[in-house]
């Protein structure tokens, strides 16, 4: 895994390793080529960048993505410490360490501690995470997203069909990429 543009170009990244026990779900890293797709699309409908919120982060490389390609500020809510430990060793490893903050919380937990608005929101859940889609439907009651602005990219099971709307976002752009769906919404 990659940063495939912008300042840390080439750069690589670190997977988290996750233990199975407890019956942790295993972390599912956004391919070079999904990431690849998701900020094609980002930069046809001119994303803002600015304030990035990485939900579900994971390994991190979708906000280090936006961070290389110019993000000015990226939060990262990753509710597994070990995971969070890799996601600050890649933003070590890329420079960005001090454009980002990591929260080790759960998604619920972190709409509390977050401070928006966010001009992007970029959202990887677990494709069983069955809460997931609540959590993002409360982040405009929270003042973390504004209709019309602010770009959602959620990634999901491609055999899943979008929802033609979340939190008073509007979907906007739908693609699959293999087993990934990718869904715009603004």
Same mark, same amino acid.
């Given at each position: 895994?990659? #940063?495939?543009?912008?300042?840390?170009?080439?750069?690589?990244?670190?997977?988290?390793?996750?233990?199975?026990?407890?019956?942790?779900?295993?972390?599912?890293?956004?391919?070079?080529? #999904?990431?690849?797709?998701?900020?094609?699309?980002?930069?046809?409908?001119?994303?803002?960048?600015?304030?990035?919120?990485?939900?579900?982060?994971?390994?991190?490389?979708? &906000?280090?993505?936006?961070?290389?390609? &110019? @993000?000015?500020?990226?939060? $990262? #809510?990753?509710?597994?410490?070990?995971?969070?430990?890799?996601?600050?060793?890649?933003?070590?490893?890329?420079? $960005?360490e001090h454009e980002a903050r990591v929260y080790a919380?759960?998604?619920?937990?972190?709409?509390?501690?977050?401070? &928006?608005?966010?001009?992007?929101?970029?959202?990887?859940?677990?494709?069983?995470?069955?809460? @997931?889609?609540?959590?993002?439907?409360?982040?405009?009651?929270?003042?973390? #997203?504004?209709?019309?602005?602010t770009l959602l990219v959620l990634e999901h099971s491609?055999?899943?069909?979008?929802?033609?709307?979340? &939190?008073?976002?509007?979907?906007?752009?739908?693609?699959?990429?293999?087993?990934?769906?990718?869904?715009?919404?603004?």
């Amino acid at each position: 895994m990659r #940063v495939i543009a912008g300042r840390a170009r080439g750069r690589r990244l670190i997977a988290p390793q996750r233990s199975r026990r407890r019956g942790d779900s295993v972390v599912r890293p956004t391919s070079d080529l #999904v990431r690849g797709a998701i900020f094609s699309a980002l930069a046809s409908l001119q994303a803002d960048m600015s304030r990035v919120l990485d939900l579900y982060a994971g390994s991190g490389a979708l &906000g280090i993505e936006a961070i290389s390609r &110019g @993000a000015d500020w990226c939060d $990262f #809510v990753e509710q597994d410490r070990a995971t969070c430990e890799t996601i600050r060793q890649n933003l070590r490893a890329t420079g $960005f360490e001090h454009e980002a903050r990591v929260y080790a919380l759960s998604a619920v937990r972190a709409l509390d501690k977050l401070g &928006g608005p966010y001009t992007l929101v970029l959202a990887d859940p677990p494709y069983e995470d069955e809460r @997931a889609v609540g959590v993002l439907e409360s982040l405009s009651g929270r003042g973390l #997203v504004r209709q019309r602005e602010t770009l959602l990219v959620l990634e999901h099971s491609a055999r899943n069909e979008a929802k033609s709307e979340i &939190g008073g976002l509007a979907l906007v752009s739908s693609r699959r990429h293999g087993d990934s769906g990718i869904s715009i919404y603004r």
